[in-house]
């Protein structure tokens, strides 16, 4: 175990963000993991790897999953950089759709635990060339987790047609004015291929002219893509089934998400037969998390035993 070796420097992305960031609720994500030393868990979305580091020093033999090779270095060369001893996790590339197969491929038949953090992660945001912020305007409009397969979002609004795009915006994105924009992409893309996040960001300006209502407009632009580009609500609901199957009786599943579509999922599943609901009501960052990181102020902790 502990494999994926990288480069022993540390890394730390053009605009300053450490590889060692603090994922949003980690005290009280691993606190509902109830960590038994020697026992098996899951970390179905590594990131940069504060909750595999936390729960491998709780004393759990980890596998970590993330679709993004990006994230497991960086993820990896955190453990190292703790010394924690290989032979206690391991880190394999995948999609958490598939973490049934990923699991049992790596003698993780039967857990104790498995996590589930939906969100994007800082590095994705905050790395230009992903295309994940429309902050960067230069930037290639990708939004792709696994940079290596699939279509790009800058392929996707060129392809498809413009009441896709309106599914989009509308279902994924939860956008109001999903009618006029989707409109205003097809009528941009005639013009002119559309390419960079510069590009959306122009034609979501010509439609929302005032600044502070387009961010707000941006990001759910972003998500609909992001969401679209990477198929994840597909992605979560067979991740979940997968997750149920390898949970032992008594096995603890918790994930945090980060927006309605995701959390409206999550509750669903954790409501079915089999399930015994530990969050009633979901557990939200407290004022001094959502102080230090804003991003975490739409997440949602749910947490279900397994019956």
Do not use: C
């Not at 999609?95 to 635990?113: M, P, T, W, Y």
């Not at 032992?248 to 309605?260: D, Q, W």
Request: neutral net charge.
């Amino acid at each position: 175990m502990g494999y994926l070796k990288v480069e022993s420097v540390r890394r730390q992305t053009r605009y300053g963000m450490s590889d060692t960031h603090i994922p949003v609720l980690q005290e009280e994500a691993i606190t509902a993991l109830a960590i038994v030393p020697g026992k098996k868990y899951i970390d179905a979305t590594v990131g940069a790897g504060g909750h595999s580091l936390a729960i491998v020093k709780k004393g759990g033999v980890l596998l970590g999953i993330d679709q993004d090779q990006e994230a497991l270095r960086i993820a990896t060369h955190r453990l190292e950089q703790e010394q924690q001893k290989s032979e206690n996790w391991t880190f394999t590339k995948g999609n958490f759709r598939n973490i049934e197969a990923l699991a049992k491929a790596h003698r993780f038949d039967q857990v104790s635990g498995i996590l589930f953090d939906l969100g994007v992660s800082s590095m994705q945001l905050d790395t230009p060339e992903r295309g994940f912020s429309y902050r960067f305007t230069d930037a290639p409009l990708d939004l792709r987790m696994d940079t290596s397969t699939g279509d790009t979002a800058a392929q996707l609004v060129n392809r498809v047609t413009a009441e896709e795009l309106y599914d989009i915006f509308s279902t994924y994105g939860e956008e109001q004015l999903a009618r006029k924009l989707a409109d205003a992409v097809y009528r941009a893309r005639s013009v002119k291929r559309i390419t960079t996040v510069g590009d959306i960001v122009e034609v979501v300006t010509s439609v929302v002219p005032g600044e502070s209502v387009r961010y707000g407009v941006l990001s759910r632009i972003f998500q609909g893509l992001r969401i679209a580009v990477n198929d994840e609500l597909s992605s979560l609901k067979q991740g979940l089934e997968g997750a149920k199957r390898l949970l032992e009786p008594g096995g603890i599943l918790a994930v945090i998400s980060f927006h309605s579509l995701e959390d409206r999922i999550v509750k669903q599943f954790m409501r079915q037969d089999g399930w015994q609901l530990i969050t009633k009501h979901p557990i939200r960052p407290g004022e001094e998390e959502q102080e230090v990181n804003r991003r975490s102020r739409s997440a949602k902790l749910r947490v279900a035993i397994k019956q």
